[in-house]
């Protein structure tokens, strides 16, 4: 995947501006795919200079000039043919496990550091998948359909499942040290 097909996903249902996209991908997309401001608006301009998304002016009073973005036919036409492409496994990177892989160089104190730092970081990221709510089913979104809703739905409890199996797993982990180390 790759941030432009995200964008232009989000972009599929309603137009938004930078700023918007940016609180839409932290709250939605962020837990299996994040990106800085300045990735998003890069990323609009040059969907915007490839046509498949185009950029609005609204002028508000008091406020800031907003400027919505809004996916072209083109920028559908992306979509769907990445859709539909066949799905490639990326390479598996994972500096955690790297570190613990080779941990054994540690003192067992340093060692439990690590686990515990991780933990912490994905009791982190379970509060924050935890705390993204969902509106009543009766009361989708406007450009929300009811499939849309549980697929993504069904992203956001993918990543609640991995991040509870993490947990238990370093607390297995945890325990499988405690045999071992003073």
Request: proline share 7%; charged share 30%; aromatic share 6%.
């Amino acid at each position: 995947m790759s941030l432009r097909h995200a964008i232009l996903g989000i972009l599929s249902v309603k137009p938004m501006s930078g700023y918007e996209l940016k609180k839409v991908v932290d709250g939605s997309v962020g837990h299996f795919w994040t990106a800085d401001r300045s990735q998003i608006y890069r990323t609009l301009s040059a969907l915007v200079e490839e046509g498949l998304a185009s950029r609005g002016t609204v002028v508000q009073e008091g406020r800031p000039t907003l400027h919505p973005h809004t996916v072209t036919d083109a920028g559908l036409a992306e979509l769907d043919r990445w859709l539909a492409s066949p799905l490639q496994a990326p390479p598996t990177r994972d500096a955690f496990l790297a570190r613990l892989f080779f941990a054994d160089r540690l003192p067992p104190e340093r060692v439990r550091a690590l686990l515990d730092a991780r933990h912490r970081e994905v009791a982190e990221e379970l509060a924050e998948l935890e705390a993204i709510e969902f509106p009543p089913r009766d009361a989708l979104p406007e450009g929300v359909t009811e499939l849309g809703y549980e697929l993504r739905e069904a992203a956001r409890d993918h990543g609640l499942a991995h991040a509870r199996a993490e947990l238990a797993w370093i607390d297995a982990t945890r325990r499988r040290l405690e045999r071992i180390t003073p």
